[in-house]
């Protein structure tokens, strides 16, 4: 069975911090990664692709380690606006596409 | 960027009535469609995948017969849920993908359809 794992949190942190959440996923074949954001009652939005060789995005860096099947967020300087479930999104191919449970933050003032 | 445009965004219905959500794709051929399910506080489940022109694949525990999918076109897939009943009120996402784009693009999702039904 395909896994996507993530701690589902909630991760409460203060504003500027530093947040990191880790994703696991169980098949090695996968092909493509992705982080999505989803606020409360909304649909999931995406934030970033996962490269191989890591990338960022503002206060966004996401980095994957194919060896271990592992994909990782970093949020730097946190803003209250970025208060939301972090989903882990791990596509095998043009029809298979499995979500980790997501994480959620709540970062504060 | 690509759109997905999902609609109704709401409706509320009486239970043993249907109800049929629609998922266009505005800027692209949506090759294959994802439906999913969302309960409150709850992760994403899939639902179901749809090729264009083909039979939809149901995930484990789908009823087939109560979630009818039609992907008739590169631009359009519905989902309709019969004689709905309280406990298929949920929050339905659709989400679209294009062979185009290759594995590497991520997928583009509709706005999202919350269904109750009294």
């Known amino acids: 069975r395909k896994e996507v794992e993530q701690d589902p949190g909630p991760f409460n942190v203060p504003e500027g911090a530093t947040v990191a959440f880790n994703c696991t996923y169980s098949n090695s074949a996968s092909q493509s990664f992705f982080w999505y954001r989803q606020d409360c009652r909304k649909e999931p939005k995406l934030l970033m692709s996962?490269?191989?060789s890591g990338n960022e995005d503002g206060r966004f860096t996401a980095q994957l380690n194919r060896a271990s099947q592992y994909i990782s967020l970093l949020i730097r300087d946190s803003k209250l606006s970025d208060s939301a479930t972090y989903l882990c999104?791990?596509?095998?191919?043009?029809?298979?596409?499995?979500f980790g449970k997501g994480t959620m933050l709540l970062v504060s003032p | 960027g690509a759109v997905v445009s999902q609609h109704p965004s709401r409706v509320i219905c009486k239970s043993g009535t249907s109800v049929k959500i629609e998922c266009r794709s505005l800027?692209?051929?949506?090759?294959?469609m994802f439906w999913y399910r969302q309960f409150p506080k709850k992760s994403l489940m899939l639902m179901a995948t749809?090729?264009?022109?083909?039979?939809?694949?149901?995930e484990q525990g789908v009823e087939k017969d109560k979630f009818l999918i039609n992907h008739a076109s590169l631009t359009l897939s519905t989902l309709t849920v019969t004689s709905a009943h309280p406990e298929d009120s949920s929050f339905y996402i659709c989400s679209a993908g294009s062979r185009e784009e290759g594995y590497n693009s991520p997928l583009h999702f509709g706005n999202g359809t919350r269904l109750t039904v009294t």
């Open positions: 999104v791990v596509r095998e191919g043009y029809s298979t596409l499995t």
């Open positions: 749809s090729n264009e022109g083909s039979k939809a694949t149901y």
């Open positions: 800027d692209f051929q949506a090759t294959t």
């Open positions: 996962v490269y191989s």
